[in-house]
């Protein structure tokens, strides 16, 4: 799917489904896509009498699909960060503990420098789009469903030196549902009991960490994990301003910000947990220089629209012939009304 993001994000429209048995190689999937590429980044399209040349700005993806897309390897890897060149260190499961690693460039990776990188050659390549600097971190994955569920966890059901008891989660659940009158429309969901957060969504974990949570937990946690988590939400708050400017004004306060909030999370919850989520936050603030605030390239509106392309499939019996009918008929439906 593509979206246009600028001073408006538009909704996204689809460009290619895939629908098979089994998953294609990453240069299967994008040979149409690519070759498709090429024409409208050399000769562009003609809108209005006018040729108009099309570059692709970035690329919103999870990590998992990153590593597909890009053909690298994956997030779990000792070499899987797409943003440094630090290595791996194994501590029960791969963590990357440095803050202030070497960055990768878009030659670097284009030269192939770093093998234990790569898996092979990426089907991008052939585009003009910088390998590195075109792939930001997604803040929905790395942040909401990443590191906020992972803090939750830490306090529901996690080590007892971290866990809190029933008594205090359950006073802090009060609060939220407390707040449920007070949310406006614009939010997608009312704050719901930590006893559902197994089944939370990205927009509830998203409005804990901004919205709900520094009002909830004050008080109630220790002062020293208080303190971590809030150096986690003022600096994503900064960098979601509407104001792209003032997002990139304070991009590097931001960085420093997220590098003592990996460092205290470290000593809180021990070295063993920076994993590849923690770890991205350093990361963070530079995409946001390179491509204005987080929602200009976040999977929130991607992930909105596959749930709409999921509500078009009523039964298992040819799932792709469905919503191709329903997307036909809604076009044909929308050039009627434009007539």
Not at 37 to 42: P, S, T, W
Not at 322 to 329: K, P, T, Y
Request: charged share 20%; hydrophobic share 40%.
């Amino acid at each position: 799917m593509i979206s246009n993001c600028g001073s408006v994000c538009r909704e996204p429209f689809i460009i290619g489904i895939f629908y098979g048995l089994t998953k294609p190689s990453s240069h299967e999937f994008l040979e149409e896509f690519i070759a498709e590429g090429k024409e409208l980044e050399n000769h562009g399209f003609v809108y209005d009498e006018e040729r108009v040349l099309v570059k692709i700005s970035a690329v919103v993806c999870d990590a998992p699909a990153c590593s597909f897309l890009k053909n690298i390897k994956g997030h779990g890897g000792y070499s899987g960060c797409g943003k440094c060149v630090q290595r791996g260190v194994w501590l029960e499961k791969v963590t990357f503990p440095e803050t202030n690693a070497a960055l990768r460039t878009d030659d670097s990776f284009s030269r192939m420098i770093d093998e234990e990188h790569h898996v092979g050659p990426t089907p991008f390549a052939e585009l003009s789009i910088g390998l590195v600097t075109a792939f930001p971190l997604d803040y929905m994955h790395l942040v909401c469903l990443g590191v906020m569920r992972r803090l939750l966890n830490f306090w529901l059901k996690g080590p007892l030196r971290t866990r809190m008891g029933s008594f205090l989660m359950r006073e802090i659940s009060e609060r939220l549902v407390s707040l449920c009158p007070f949310i406006p429309m614009e939010f997608c969901r009312k704050p719901r009991h930590l006893k559902y957060v197994d089944r939370w969504k990205a927009t509830e974990f998203r409005q804990f960490l901004l919205y709900t949570g520094p009002v909830a937990l004050l008080g109630k946690l220790p002062d020293d994990m208080y303190k971590n988590f809030m150096l986690l939400s003022v600096s994503i708050a900064i960098l979601l301003k509407g104001c792209p400017h003032c997002s990139v004004r304070y991009c590097d306060y931001v960085h420093g910000l997220l590098v003592h909030f990996v460092t205290h999370f470290g000593q809180i919850y021990g070295q063993n947990m920076i994993t590849y989520n923690v770890h991205g936050l350093v990361h963070l603030s530079e995409d946001v220089k390179l491509h204005g605030t987080l929602n200009n390239f976040s999977c929130f509106p991607f992930e909105n629209y596959l749930g709409q392309l999921k509500r078009l499939v009523r039964s298992p019996s040819l799932p792709f012939e469905q919503v191709i009918r329903s997307i036909s008929e809604h076009n044909e439906s929308y050039k009627k009304y434009r007539k």
